[in-house]
């Protein structure tokens, strides 16, 4: 071999050496020099997708792509809506709060990296922040409750609520004596949709530490709600129980018959009440799980409705979940179709589980969950008179 050849060996070797040190260290030089990418350029576009959903991107090196699962399903979606999780928790909470996180991101966000807003009376530890980073690469944003829209306001007669409260604790009433259930109940009822990380956001999807989410979600709900014109969505209803909500419903139709121009024409109260709205069913939906949108929460007719429902102080002087005011103003200022029931939605809430009960549905989200043990038609469960209710209003169109 001539020394010219040698030269050029040498000079080759050397620039293939350079080559694989830099892929190896640059992750981008790798990607765009890698043989895959190269050819790709080479080959016939084609105009269709085929075995994609519409709203999932074609596939190309570049796409951010997230360890666990296989196929489409880690394809990270760009198409979003204007939605974030909010997520009320304490700093005890953190383990349980984890669990959350890593779930729905298991199942749904990471794949579409929607943001999270947790909140707190007090400021959040900074373990509390690190240990939550990690599970996403979502956007997460801590703040604190203003002081005004968590605590007992000063109106309430702090004697008259202790003897409530007492009451409460001598019929063993879950939560009868706590003070900061009641706050809690009051802020998500009148006040997380003005909080100032939530004001930026339209849509809401409310997680709760310890809960579980047990189907894979292939497609977006958000959009889904968006598309379809819904504004509140549900995986679980019940029965309410009575002695914490003595005088809610006649509060509410006195409020109805002040402000008859917010009772939506084609309303739900038929789920609520057989006789018109003179008696309470005491079904509500259980919303320690909502998708939802806040622009409803943000206008007239709810505005109204949670300042008047305020000013009686039934927050304090019963117990007045958020779970029975935000489902009465939903049937009520709604129309039934814009209220949604996520069937498909595998979740739990202890000691409460939804799980899809259609054999296809359940295979498509490989569910963890037993179907035979879903809540839905148990006997302290309201999803019954849900679908009578769904049925009728059916015929009669």
């Known amino acids: 071999m001539n020394t010219s050849a040698r030269y050029v060996i040498v000079v080759v070797a050397f620039i293939i050496s350079i080559h694989y040190i830099v892929s190896f260290t640059h992750e981008s030089y790798g990607r765009a020099t890698s043989i895959s990418n190269i050819t790709s350029k080479f080959r016939p576009s084609s105009s269709s997708n085929s075995g994609r959903p519409d709203n ?10 997230i ?19 909010v997520i009320l928790a304490r700093n005890s909470d953190l383990q349980n709060t984890v669990r959350s996180i890593r779930e729905i991101e298991d199942r749904f966000n990471r794949r579409h990296r929607y943001p999270y807003v947790f909140l707190n009376e007090v400021p959040f530890t900074d373990e509390f922040k690190r240990r939550l ?13 203003p002081r005004e829209h968590w ?18 604790v001598e019929k063993n009433i879950i939560y009868g004596g706590s003070v900061s259930y009641r706050n809690m109940c009051r802020f998500n009822s009148g006040f997380f949709f003005r909080h100032p990380l939530m004001e930026k956001y339209r849509w809401y999807w409310r997680i709760e530490p310890d809960v579980h989410f047990h189907c894979d979600i292939n497609y977006d709900p958000f959009l889904f709600m968006e598309t379809n014109k819904k504004v509140y969505s549900f995986t679980i209803t019940m029965y309410e129980y009575q002695a914490t909500i003595p005088t809610l419903w006649g509060h509410v139709m006195d409020f109805a018959k002040l402000h008859p ?27 320690n799980f909502e998708i939802a949108d806040m622009e409803f929460w943000r206008g007239p007719a709810y505005t109204a409705f949670f300042e008047y429902l305020d000013k ?24 039934r179709d814009q209220i949604q029931f996520f069937d498909d939605i595998g979740y739990e809430h202890n000691p409460y589980t939804h799980c899809p009960k259609n054999k296809d549905v359940w295979e498509k989200g490989r569910c963890s969950c037993d179907p035979a043990k879903s809540f839905d038609y148990d006997g302290y469960s309201c999803m019954s008179k849900w679908d009578r209710f769904i049925e009728t209003k059916k015929k009669r169109k």
């Open 151 to 168: 605590f007992q306001p000063d109106s309430i007669d702090e004697a008259k609520a202790k003897a409530s409260r007492d009451k409460m």
């Open 67 to 85: 360890p666990g699962g296989n196929g489409n399903d880690t394809l990270v979606v760009d198409k979003h809506a204007n939605a974030t999780f």
């Open 312 to 335: 009686q102080g039934g927050f304090y002087y019963e117990r007045w979940g958020d779970a029975p005011v935000h489902s009465i103003a939903a049937a009520l200022f709604a129309s």
């Open 261 to 287: 121009e917010f009772i939506a024409h084609d309303n739900s109260l038929g789920f609520m009440s057989s006789n018109n709205g003179e008696s309470y069913n005491l079904c509500h939906f259980w919303s």
């Open 56 to 65: 999932f991107p074609a596939h190309n090196p570049d796409s951010p792509w």
């Open 133 to 145: 980073s990690v599970l996403s690469s979502a956007k997460m944003e801590f703040g604190v409750i």
